[in-house]
């Protein structure tokens, strides 16, 4: 048991950031546009690279730097081109309740978005795979109770994140609140895409 909540103190601390996956789950929720597909994806990729980590995977990840220069050069465009459309969105706001004026996302946009924003991001093969593999390895034959934690404080957070956004609904009734909320999501995916490119 100690373990399974060193495992989730652990998860929680590497995935609670306001990083480009979490604003736009946020983003998702407040929206109320295929929230359990976007958690779904989310919490299944963490599951996933956290079974390879602590699988022992960690080496193979560091073994090829090659990899995830080309994963850190992709992530950073894909950010700057979302940052993009943030920014044009946040000329053009609309309100909630006025969501009915244009088509909604299609699902598959929706998750292609989820998943490139998780898969595309080497930071998340040094922090699952990596960092919380080695630590795992750590616990010895207690290291699946460890993973265990770090997935479930994972399922905690996106669900958390993606449900609790709807309580902001009333404040982004208004198309200002859009505005802000599309120049922060914006600034968020630039900042990222920067820092993946610089610290290359």
Do not use: K
């Not at 990083?19 to 929720?29: L, P």
């Amino acid at each position: 048991m100690l373990t399974l909540l060193t495992g989730l103190a652990f998860g929680l601390s590497l995935i609670v950031a306001i990083g480009a996956q979490n604003t736009f789950v946020i983003q998702q929720g407040v929206r109320g546009e295929h929230v359990g597909a976007v958690v779904a994806v989310c919490i299944a990729s963490d599951v996933l690279l956290i079974g390879v980590g602590v699988a022992g995977a960690g080496a193979l990840v560091t073994a090829a730097p090659g990899l995830l220069t080309v994963l850190r050069l992709a992530g950073a465009a894909f950010l700057l081109a979302y940052g993009a459309l943030a920014l044009r969105r946040a000329w053009r706001p609309g309100a909630l309740r006025a969501d009915t004026s244009g088509a909604p996302v299609p699902l598959a946009r929706v998750v292609a978005t989820t998943a490139a924003l998780t898969w595309l991001n080497p930071h998340v093969y040094l922090d699952t795979v990596v960092l919380l593999g080695s630590v795992a390895a750590a616990h010895g034959s207690e290291r699946w109770w460890f993973g265990a934690g770090a997935a479930l404080g994972s399922a905690a957070w996106f669900t958390l994140l993606g449900r609790g956004a709807r309580l902001l609904r009333p404040v982004f009734a208004r198309p200002g609140a859009w505005r802000v909320l599309d120049v922060v999501v914006a600034v968020v995916m630039v900042v990222l895409a920067v820092q993946l490119v610089a610290r290359g």
